[in-house]
């Protein structure tokens, strides 16, 4: 029980953090491009997760120039303000958005002085600090409860708890208690949750204190100022004092006064907006708009009428933009239509808005946040809020200059995932149209036309699970996210050509960017789960390529013309789930079989086509499954020729030794490895890889080179050690000159039965050393390995690889139990020791414990 305190202390600080009102980012990185970076160098901005919880309250008052009542008459009535109920859904604490500089970039909410949140009391500097604004005047209380059985209706609590504010002094694991209180502040909002569990029962109390309704903490006060009286005029005045006068009498003569009365929501348009936007319904009745501009209208205004815009914007109830949750969907007044609210953090230079967020609904800024009315709340958006009725899916379907890409999304089934429905579905499609997918190659169009090659791929590289409205993008910001793939796009305004400008008709001489590639052509395209933007370019991937793209890019052409001459490219193309080695050109060049392949190209290609011992070559390159470099482990893997690959792990650290960083296959090192490709990797190997055809005996016995080792073999009765299949060994072989120079030594060796077997064994390692695997190693980091008789041989490097006190003269004779390393010596035998050089902190070679590439 010494460490039950400390245990305490974990889950104490566990509990504490999850209740916490801010988590780690997920989805946005903001980062100043080259232009603005000499005024905020290196600065990253991180934020905007797929939900949140409630963000500090940025209720606002309206400006000065509206207010012409005394500062005696804000002042309230002193006594107890009644409660008021709040409005909106209930938000989950585990899902929040962030913004980590959105007190330090921007004026903190809380003063460690002041007292105004983390640090309550100090009082030094403001009289006022003495009672936080929380527990001032003109504050309303909510209080939410709620009660579950934590273990399942079990007697027995088996929870470790602590009661702090009661006598329990219990440690043991039975009937124990746990209170854990947590409280966060905003602006106009401070939240404490308690939680208490007792005896199985968790009880969680939340108690929200804010500024009552027609209340405020004035927004340039002091850290701890309380909450002030607010002059509030009705739903309508307040519209029209926010500009919003053509928006309201609209309203009124659609004969919808009756919204007024109620507690509603509006989101108004400014009157310049409203009339351009009046002034396009007008012509969209009297006159022929182009192709694309009549492919999109005719979706976005089927049968409007001005009563139906009207209902658009209003939402029943009364809706602080903070107690929104991000891609929260607010139900209008118009059946079947709904407002998508989205929020993304400001870059660190913004000092336009004391909001340390940006607001959209259904992607259009929100530019005046949180006016209240004598009844309800509004927002001022700076267009009109089209209805939104149709999904992602039938937005592609309705225009005619995304004829492609409808077809390649039907054909790979994506178009079943963007037609879904549901609060918790939300997408983005950056969609080429089809002049985009005319750049493309013919052959590469052709096989996403008919759903093949890397189809699914490439349109996941276009997709997002989240709603990406153009305003998370900030001139002189770089911004990114990442796709489906979860591969980073990256957005960044560019300045167009003149040219450019000159053909626009908004006169707006910047463009908005994906990875410098792609131009987005048009923004926000509301649907009722996301939102789409065309481009211009195909964005390009790595894993949507297929894999003859990749082996072109690497400059494995060798590889690649056999694979075009023998007609595989598209059974290649086609290959999911496969982990390719490619011998490097120089590969093909240094080795009998590639040279071989070479000669056939350059005289008998068309010997080449269907060539069945070519197709069973390239395939024993290909391995399946999909094994990256991270994943890779000793043993044998089956390749898509039915023979298997060998595959060793090996460290090059002369400290850490069990920390792998080197692979072969066959003992061909990787050299340049995991390059992705449509469904598949690709390995660059230093060896063409050849398929063993013998067990190591039969090796010996068909090389005459190695006669008198074999002999000597023979005689030890280790044939059938050499010839087991499972056994996996290395063999150090003198050559018969070797002997011949020791002819006396030899003759007497085989007359000495035990001395026989003893130097033979001395030759023999109970596992696979490539050469690839042998490195300089100099005291005290000398590299030994241990031989089937436990005899430790020393591992090194010079000019060539060597063990003990002969150098390998050839390398890495596969065979299918193991390899052969010819040697220029016989390997010294000696007397066994009691203590191996491992006891005495000599690394050797052991099975890898991890693998890391460098």
């Known amino acids: 029980m010494k460490g039950f305190p400390l245990v305490l202390l974990v889950v104490f600080v566990s509990i504490f953090a999850s209740s916490r009102c801010f988590e780690a980012p997920s989805e946005f990185r903001y980062e100043p491009d080259r232009e603005s970076a000499d005024q905020e160098p290196n600065l990253r901005v991180l934020g905007l997760g797929r939900d949140r919880e409630s963000i500090d309250s940025d209720a606002e008052v309206l400006p000065s120039q509206f207010d012409d009542s005394s500062e005696d008459s804000k002042r309230p009535q002193s006594g107890k303000t009644p409660a008021r109920p709040f409005h909106g859904a209930p938000v989950d604490a585990s899902s929040l958005f962030q913004h980590h500089f959105n007190t330090f970039f921007s004026a903190p909410e809380t003063d460690f002085f002041g007292g105004g949140g983390g640090f309550p009391g100090f009082g030094l500097f403001d009289l006022q600090s003495s009672k936080p604004w929380w527990k001032g005047e003109n504050v309303c209380v909510e209080r939410e409860e709620q009660e579950e059985d934590t273990n399942g209706g079990s007697s027995d609590n088996q929870e470790i708890a602590v009661d702090s504010g009661s006598n329990v002094q219990s440690f043991g694991f039975v009937n124990l208690n746990l209170n854990i209180e947590s409280c966060s502040e905003h602006r106009n909002k401070h939240i404490c949750t308690s939680i208490k569990n007792q005896n199985g029962q968790k009880r969680t109390v939340k108690v929200t204190r804010q500024c009552c309704h ?94 139906d815009l009207i209902l658009a914007h209003a939402v029943n109830g009364s809706y602080h933009i903070e107690d929104v949750s991000n891609e929260q969907l607010l139900k209008t007044e118009l ?107 013919k052959d590469i169009r052709r096989k996403l036309k008919a759903g093949n090659g890397c189809a699914m791929n490439i349109l996941k590289n276009h997709i997002l699970d989240i709603t990406f409205c153009s305003l998370a993008a900030i001139h002189g910001v770089k911004t990114s996210t990442y796709n489906l793939l979860n591969e980073k796009l990256e957005f960044e305004y560019s300045s167009m050509a003149k040219s450019e400008v000159d053909d626009m008709t ?71 789930n496969k982990t390719l080695f490619v011998p490097s050109d120089k590969a093909f060049e240094q080795s009998e079989i590639g040279q071989y392949w070479i000669q056939q190209l350059k005289e008998r290609p068309e010997s080449l086509r269907d060539n069945p011992e070519l197709k069973q070559f390239l395939e024993y390159h290909v391995a399946a499954p999909l094994i990256k470099t991270c994943d890779l482990e000793e043993k044998m893997i089956p390749s898509v020729s039915g023979q298997e690959l060998r595959v060793n792990l090996y460290t090059t650290n002369p400290v850490f030794s069990n920390v792998m960083n080197r692979a072969t296959v066959n003992c061909a090192r990787l050299m340049h490895f995991d390059d992705e490709t449509c469904g598949s990797v690709v390995h ?27 002999e000597m073999v023979e005689k030890s ?53 490539c050469c690839s695997g042998i490195i300089q190693s100099d005291w005290p980091f000398i590299r030994t390995t241990e031989t089937i008789n436990q005899q430790r041989l020393k591992l090194n490097r010079n000019r060539r690889p060597q063990v003990q006190n002969a150098g390998v003269t050839k390398c890495d004779i596969v065979a299918k139990n193991g390899i052969i390393h010819e040697i220029n010596d016989v390997i010294s035998v000696q007397k066994k020791r009691q203590e191996s050089s491992e006891a005495q902190g000599f690394p050797s070679f052991t099975r890898p414990l991890t693998f890391w590439f460098k």
């Open 506 to 576: 908004n006169k707006k001489n910047h463009r908005l960017k994906i990875n410098g590639l792609a131009a987005v052509q048009e923004m926000d395209l509301m649907g009722t789960n996301g939102v789409v933007h065309v481009i211009d370019t195909v964005l390009p991937t790595k894993t949507g390529m297929p894999i003859s793209n990749t082996l072109a890019t690497r400059n494995l052409t060798i590889f690649k013309q056999l694979i075009d001459d023998a007609g595989m490219e598209d059974e290649f193309d086609a290959m999911s």
């Open 717 to 769: 009765n280790l044939t059938e050690l050499l010839s087991s299949m499972n056994e996996s060994l290395t063999v150090f072989v003198p050559k018969n000159e070797v002997f011949l120079e020791v002819k006396e030594w030899y003759d007497q060796i085989l007359d000495n039965s035990d001395e026989l077997d003893n130097v033979i064994r001395s030759h023999i390692v109970p596992n696979v050393i």
């Open 684 to 710: 660059e190997v230093d060896k063409v890889l050849e398929q063993p055809k013998t067990n190591l005996i039969e090796a010996l016995r068909t090389n005459p080179e190695y006669s008198m080792f074999l």
């Open 214 to 307: 027609g209340y405020a903490r004035p927004r340039n006060g002091p850290p701890n100022a309380h909450c002030e009286k607010m002059d509030l005029y009705p739903l309508a005045e307040t519209a029209e004092r926010l500009g919003a006068k053509e928006f309201v009498a609209t309203l009124k003569k659609s004969g919808l006064e009756s919204l007024l009365e109620k507690d509603m929501t509006l989101f108004v348009v400014p009157d310049a907006a409203y009339t351009k936007f009046a002034e396009q319904m007008w012509e969209n009745n009297l006159v022929a708009f182009d192709g694309t501009a009549r492919a999109k209208r005719q979706l976005d205004m089927p049968s409007m009428t001005a009563r």
């Open 335 to 441: 059946a079947d239509s709904n407002i998508r609210i989205n929020i993304f953090p400001r870059a660190p230079s913004d000092r336009t808005s004391d909001h340390p967020y940006r607001y959209t609904a259904n992607c259009a800024p929100l530019v005046k946040l949180n006016r209240v009315s004598e009844k309800g709340i509004v927002h001022v958006a700076d267009r009109v809020l089209m209805p939104v009725r149709s999904n992602i899916m039938e937005i592609v379907r309705s225009r005619d200059d995304m004829t492609v890409m409808r077809t390649i999304l039907e054909k790979t089934g994506l178009d079943k995932m963007l037609e879904e429905a549901g609060d918790d579905k939300h997408y983005t499609l950056f969609a080429p149209n089809d002049d985009a997918f005319l750049k493309l190659d």
